[in-house]
């Protein structure tokens, strides 16, 4: 009985290490989304957690991979880049997709960049996505129409 007994608890130690990491990782759901032929795979923070924790906390994002922020109503948003080490720039976008401004900001920093108007989302990239592409406000992000509602 004596063997045993250390492979039964080899055993639970991993089914916790399974389980821990699976209730750590929580992973979002993404979405793909077009900008001027721009193709992005956007992860989704649709829920007051998600979009406090936004990408805090990461090494990197992929090349052509974002976040969106979904807002339950429109509303004069900020951002900042609290325990967040990602050069990240944000595109504020009014309901219907048309972004209202672009803002570059620095990791760890805690100035708040402000939407210049009423925005129903925030799409988070890499620093200088958007400007590299030649996306600017008034251009339109499509695929919104896809989206789960904000909660």
Not at 104 to 109: A, H, R
Not at 111 to 128: C, Q, V, W
Request: with cysteine; aromatic share 8%.
């Amino acid at each position: 009985m004596g063997p045993r007994i250390p492979s039964i608890v080899t055993t639970w130690f991993v089914a916790l290490a399974f389980c821990a990491a699976g209730a750590a990782a929580d992973p979002l759901l993404t979405y793909p989304l077009k900008i001027r032929g721009h193709s992005i795979r956007a992860e989704i923070a649709n829920t007051e957690q998600s979009r406090r924790l936004g990408l805090m906390h990461r090494e990197r994002l992929a090349e052509d991979s974002g976040m969106l922020f979904i807002y339950r109503e429109p509303e004069h948003a900020a951002m900042w880049m609290k325990n967040t080490r990602i050069p990240l720039s944000v595109a504020f976008l009014d309901a219907q997709g048309r972004i209202l401004n672009i803002e570059d900001m620095e990791p760890f920093s805690e100035r708040a960049h402000a939407s210049r108007g009423l925005a129903s989302y925030a799409l988070e990239m890499n620093r200088g996505w958007f400007s590299k592409r030649g996306i600017r406000p008034g251009d339109r992000v499509e695929g919104l129409g896809k989206l789960p509602a904000a909660q």
